[in-house]
Structure formats: structure tokens, C-alpha cells
């Protein structure tokens, strides 16, 4: 058999236990930077997905808001040229539905707003349209003659409020 020395490779077993500890201690230390590092990297990615998701949020919203809009601009002129043509404004926004009877006709698609509902409610020489959540939570819409739109968050919308401005 072998001494000592070629057993160990030329050291004794004091040097060895030396670099043995240092190889431990190394690896101790870097047990925290590496937990830090990867704590890191997750929170890095947490907010990489919350601000995707945000983004997607908002760009949908926003996409929603500009459909409502149009489609309330789409009944307020239909409301404008009912009166044009009739000398008044109709009871009913069911009126804007009848074959015939105004030009351009509004289709059934034109008043659907999922998750909305229309208020109507005329006089003589104006309207008030509103646009209502179903939930009573979000955007409320309003607008009249004037073709303006006004828009609210969590409180009906009437002709105080601030205009809609994107």
C-alpha cells in the first residue's frame, strides 16, 4: 500500500480539512447571494407580469371606452335626424329601430353595449342619452343635442360633467 502522502496527493490532513473548510465556507457564503439573486430575478418577473397585465387592462378599457363612444354618437345622430324629420324627438329609442322610419336606420347591434344600458329621456327641443353600467361600477356616459360626451367614474354622468377627451 501507499503512504500517506499518496493517498492525500501530497498533503497532510491539516491542509486538507483547511480546504475543505474554505470549500465549505465558500459555499456557505454563497447559498445568500445565490437566494438574493433568485429572489430577485422573481420579483423581477412578478412586476414584468403585473405591468403587462396592466397594460393589456388598460389598452382593452380604452378600446371599450372608444366603442361606447361611437355607439353613443351613433344614437345621438340617429336622435338628431329622427327630429329632422319628424319636427320632434321619439318617445322611445325603439322608434330608431322601425324599418322605414328614419334614415339612417339604427340596427338592434347599434343599441347592444354588453354590460350597459341606455337611459333616454327627451323633451321637446333636446335629449338626455345616457350610457349606464349594469354593474354601477365604471364609466358613465351622457350626452344630448350638442353631440358632446361626457363621462364619469362610479356616478351617473349628466351635462356638468367633464367632457370626454381622448
Given at each position: ?39 430577485l430575478?422573481?420579483?423581477g ?61 339604427l ?60
Amino acid at each position: 500500500m501507499g503512504s500517506l502522502e499518496e493517498v492525500s496527493g501530497g498533503r497532510s490532513s491539516g491542509e486538507m480539512d483547511i480546504q475543505e473548510h474554505m470549500i465549505k465556507t465558500r459555499q456557505t457564503a454563497q447559498t445568500p447571494i445565490k437566494l438574493l439573486i433568485s429572489l430577485l430575478t422573481l420579483c423581477g418577473c412578478a412586476i414584468f407580469v403585473f405591468w403587462m397585465a396592466t397594460g393589456a387592462y388598460v389598452a382593452k378599457q380604452t378600446a371599450d371606452d372608444s366603442a361606447r363612444i361611437a355607439k353613443l354618437k351613433t344614437v345621438s345622430a340617429a336622435l338628431e335626424t329622427f327630429r329632422e324629420v319628424n319636427t320632434e324627438y321619439p318617445v322611445a329609442l325603439g322608434a330608431l329601430l322601425k324599418e322605414g322610419a328614419v334614415p339612417p336606420l339604427l340596427s338592434r347591434q347599434s343599441l347592444d353595449q354588453p354590460g350597459y344600458t341606455y337611459e333616454y329621456n327627451p323633451s321637446p327641443d333636446n335629449f338626455a342619452l345616457h350610457l349606464k353600467p349594469e354593474t354601477g361600477a365604471g364609466a358613465y356616459y351622457y350626452t344630448d343635442k350638442s353631440g358632446d360626451v361626457r363621462v364619469s367614474l362610479n356616478a351617473p354622468a349628466g351635462a356638468t360633467s367633464p367632457l370626454w377627451s381622448k
